[in-house]
């Protein structure tokens, strides 16, 4: 049986005689869904206690009840496996790392992989491998990959021919080895295997399997018989893997169970002169995964997950980690010292003050509470029915394959049909496409490259829509289901963001993030925006700032054409600008605002997939010309990215005299840390009354003081802090007089205004082609109430999204295009629920990704049919309503449950703005 519970007591370690010989033990006392529990483990298993705590989740698998005195009880069997905090994923290489020292598993987490030439190699080299198990031709396959690699091997000053030599020598070992015989046409091969453990908490991706068998590559060299110990426990977690995966074992000919041969492939050892090298010079190296190996790794793998409960900071002494050899002994005693941890290769450096110090402890604890929040995610995929998570919107099932090929790319192309459902999928996403079951079948992680063209009309109300779903993979897989795929990258990448602030930033740019230096400015002149006061204020504070300066702009006031003449200005100066925003979208829409101004010199950094079809053209592809590529980039005035890319390991080799990040509101302080780290000054654009950073743990951060909160930006801490290095742009361009008057008052004291006449007079019957008399009189005003009744479902309304479709169809006959008018709806489900309801072309969302965007008509469905679905606040904040508020131009629908709204202050002003003029 498998037992499962929280940890109650740890207990401790004892030695006992039994009839096979003295034994170790240790009875730690956990609750089950049944009761209190002592739990036996014996022999190695022991050893858990040492590092267990209160609270812990405890897994045993095949444990044994036991009786003694009376008292029922369990214990280890010698199939048993103890897990510890099961929800936890530890990443395979994560197992690795911690085996050669824990502390280097710590300090990689730390300081993110840096751009240098064996990692590069080492992914160049493991391409390869794939294309090659692929049957690719061996020179051209190099080509490919040396291209592909091109900006990276630029950046490093490589010569390419010499890196192809390189890679050659290395991928010589790979193909030598496929062709020797030690494969034959019946072995089955798979390369690049995603792999996630519930059982085990462990995820990963095997570079191949033969005969369902782990295979991995090494490009280092290995002349000892043996794989080295640390390869081999990589292996060993993929056999571990294996093993929990049936689906793989039917698949690739394997007898079920865990596999029990590895193989090492080490690919220099064919690069070796054997006059010189003494030694076992064969690149593959296999040796057996017998039962401890396994045993060993499930251990290895919870003292990750235990350290990872608590944020303990590993010192080194925990193994026999031997620091001389060690290639992060510099690293590791520049942390020790600056952060004043101990650390088995000592400490170089003074420590951190105090408060720096804390800062860093506080916020990184918060963000391993995202990570884990992920993690929580990544455990819905098991602890969720298809079908559950189908309705929360994290899966689409039921899909039926469609056709798969091969792209030139070298990358397979899969089709399917579904229904037409919504998800929270979006296309350019990296999902978990699978044959039904993600976990136990074959997954693969993919792109998703189309979700379908809009069903008709006349298919939606049958709710029968077929659409396309068209994603792209490293491995073909039957696609029948497509899921979410949590992700912890954006954790990591804060991570490193406060690694690089804090221990390498500058002091004077620290001593303004901690409240001891105020942000300096110079005196500038010079008239940029001549028509609008607070604009050209602006602008001239981002030019004039010696430290950073600050742009709070609400909706409509022009920010994206003032962060564009910002960013002239200061290229004019001769400064070199990243130019960063929260969104793909943001940061395309202001190299359009750029591009409008006449100023095109600017390289787009970003994948083909997040970058818009206009910026293509200015996208900097990784693939080409090392030299060339190299050169644009550095020698690029302006350079956009997304933050998120900002801590990319090429960008994190970019300097910049001015970073200025656009939807700065939205972003946790580390987020803006990841731009801001990369320049000598900076400019923040935001507004801290529209979206809030999206943080997942939020709610247990909010309980803990030692923990940073992370939902607060650090443009609006700035802005509380410094409130005169920022410039609130007051005049709006968006929306009539009477819409904007609620937003103006509630939440910018008033200062929020049309910037003309004609904008505050604007009305629906301005657009050409309609007369506002075609509408009916209660909808000719700006902003309208509509009381609806509605149904009590929750997180949709039928009625009102009936009612939404009405009078969306009284807009379009008074001849509004359907392209004006956008919906808006609290929730997926309701976003759904009038997608279904409504006609073809009208834009229906959330409104989170109606941020940044307007429409001439907006309708609001608020879903709130009872004082009681006020609890769970609609919009979730305040901010959230702002922005559903300053969306329309001419004019604004509300619809809901007008004595439901009343209950709450908030919401009844809104209600009794909209109804009375
Ligand atoms: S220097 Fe020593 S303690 Fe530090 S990571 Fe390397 S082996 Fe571990």
Request: glycine share 8%; aromatic share 6%; with cysteine.
């Amino acid at each position: 049986m498998q037992l499962r519970g929280t940890v109650v007591s740890p207990g401790e370690t004892r030695t006992v005689s039994t009839r096979h010989g003295e034994r170790d033990l240790a009875e730690p006392l956990i609750r089950t869904a049944d009761g209190e529990f002592s739990v036996t483990l014996w022999g190695k298993w022991a050893e858990t206690v040492e590092y267990l705590q209160s609270g812990m989740e405890l897994v045993v698998t095949d444990a044994e009840e036991t009786e003694w005195q009376g008292e029922r009880g369990f214990a280890t069997t010698r199939e048993s496996y103890v897990i510890v905090e099961p929800g936890f994923l530890v990443n395979v290489t994560d197992v690795r790392s911690w085996v050669q020292c824990p502390r280097m598993y710590y300090l990689n987490k730390l300081s993110g992989v840096p751009l240098n030439y064996p990692v590069v190699k080492g992914t160049i080299v493991h391409e390869v491998f794939g294309d090659l198990l692929r049957g690719a031709d061996f020179e051209a396959a190099i080509d490919d990959r040396v291209e592909e690699a091109g900006l990276e091997l630029g950046l490093l000053d490589r010569d390419p021919e010499a890196v192809r030599e390189d890679v050659r020598q290395n991928a010589r070992a790979i193909d030598g080895w496929l062709s020797q015989g030690t494969l034959n046409a019946e072995d089955s091969w798979r390369s690049e295997y995603t792999l996630i453990s519930e059982r085990f908490g462990i995820k990963g991706r095997a570079d191949a399997l033969r005969r369902g068998m782990p295979v991995e590559l090494k490009t280092g060299k290995n002349t000892n018989r043996e794989p080295r110990f640390p390869d081999k426990i990589q292996a060993a977690c993929y056999a571990l893997l294996l093993e929990e995966q049936g689906g793989v074992s039917d698949e690739l000919e394997t007898d079920g169970g865990a596999p029990d041969t590895g193989t090492l492939l080490y690919t220099k050892n064919t690069a070796l002169d054997r006059t010189e090298e003494a030694g076992d010079l064969s690149p593959a190296k296999e040796f057996s995964i017998g039962r401890g190996l396994l045993e060993f790794v499930v251990r290895t793998r919870n003292e990750i997950a235990a350290m990872e409960f608590d944020s303990g900071v590993p010192t080194g002494y925990e193994s026999n980690a031997k620091c001389e050899y060690c290639f992060e002994r510099d690293t590791c005693m520049v942390v020790s010292g600056r952060l004043d941890q101990e650390s088995k290769a000592g400490q170089i450096g003074s420590a951190l003050p105090e408060r720096e110090r804390e800062y860093f402890d506080r916020t990184y604890r918060a963000i391993e509470r995202e990570r884990r929040a992920a993690h929580r995610e990544y455990a819905k995929l098991w602890e969720q029915s298809a079908r559950e998570r189908a309705e929360d919107d994290r899966a689409l099932i039921g899909l039926e394959p469609a056709g798969e090929e091969l792209r030139e790319d070298g990358r397979w192309e899969l089709r399917a049909r579904y229904d037409g459902a919504v998800s929270k999928i979006r296309e350019g996403d990296v999902a978990l496409a699978s044959d039904g079951d993600p976990i136990n079948g074959h997954a693969e992680l993919a792109r998703v490259e189309r979700l379908g063209a809009e069903p008709r009309s006349a298919e939606k109300s049958s709710g029968q829509s077929p659409r396309d779903i068209v994603v792209s993979t490293d491995e073909p897989v039957a696609l029948k289901r497509l899921d979410v795929y949590p992700s912890d990258m954006s954790a990591s990448g804060m991570l490193t963001a406060l690694h690089d602030a804090l221990l390498k930033g500058e002091q004077r740019r620290k001593e303004l993030l901690f409240g001891d230096a105020s942000p300096e400015f110079e005196t500038v002149d010079e008239e940029f925006i001549p028509n609008n006061a607070a604009q050209n204020e602006a602008v001239s504070r981002a030019i004039a700032a010696e430290d950073f300066a600050l742009i709070h702009g609400p909706p409509g006031t022009g920010k994206t054409y003032t962060i564009a003449r910002a960013i002239r200005a200061l290229v004019e100066r001769g400064e070199r600008v990243l130019l960063s925003a929260f969104t793909n979208r943001a940061v395309d829409n202001a190299l359009e605002a750029l591009s409008d101004q006449g100023f095109t010199d600017f390289v787009r950094v970003g994948t083909e997939h997040g970058v818009r079809e206009d910026m293509q053209p200015y996208r900097l592809d990784s693939r080409g010309d090392p030299e060339e590529l190299a050169r644009t980039l550095r020698e690029a005035p302006v350079v956009a990215s997304t933050t998120s890319s900002c801590g990319s390991r090429v960008m994190r080799e970019q300097s910049f005299d001015v970073a200025l990040v656009d939807e700065a509101s939205q972003l946790t302080e580390p987020a803006t840390l990841a731009a801001i780290n990369r320049a000598k000054r900076f400019v923040l654009v935001g507004d801290h009354h529209q979206l809030p950073p999206v943080v997942q743990s939020e709610d247990e951060a909010s309980e803990d003081d030692t923990v940073a909160d992370l939902s607060r930006s650090l443009f609006e801490r700035l802005i509380d802090e410094h409130p005169d290095a920022g410039v609130m742009l007051e005049r709006q361009y968006r929306m009539a007089q009477r819409i904007q008057a609620f937003s103006s008052r509630e939440f910018y004291d008033g200062k929020l205004r049309p910037a003309t006449g004609t904008v505050a007079a604007q009305r629906i019957g301005d657009l050409e082609g309609i007369s506002g008399d075609a509408l009916p009189e209660k909808l000719r005003d700006s902003v309208v109430f509509v009381d609806c009744a509605g149904d009590d479902a929750a997180h949709t309304d039928g009625e009102e999204a009936a009612r939404i479709a009405e009078l969306v169809e009284r807009f379009v006959e008074a001849g509004v295009a359907p392209g004006d008018i956008g919906v808006i709806a609290p929730f997926r489900a309701q976003v759904a629920t009038v997608s279904r309801a409504i006609r073809d072309g009208v834009a229906v969302d959330t409104v989170d990704r109606f941020q940044g965007s307007s429409k001439e008509v907006i309708l609001v469905s608020f879903v709130a049919t009872t004082p009681a679905d006020l609890e769970g606040p609609i919009f979730d904040d305040y901010r959230r309503l702002n922005v559903a508020l300053t969306r329309a131009k001419k004019s604004l629908v509300l619809v809901g449950t007008r004595a439901a709204l009343e209950v709450d202050p908030l919401y009844a002003s809104v209600v009794d703005w909209a109804t009375d003029p």
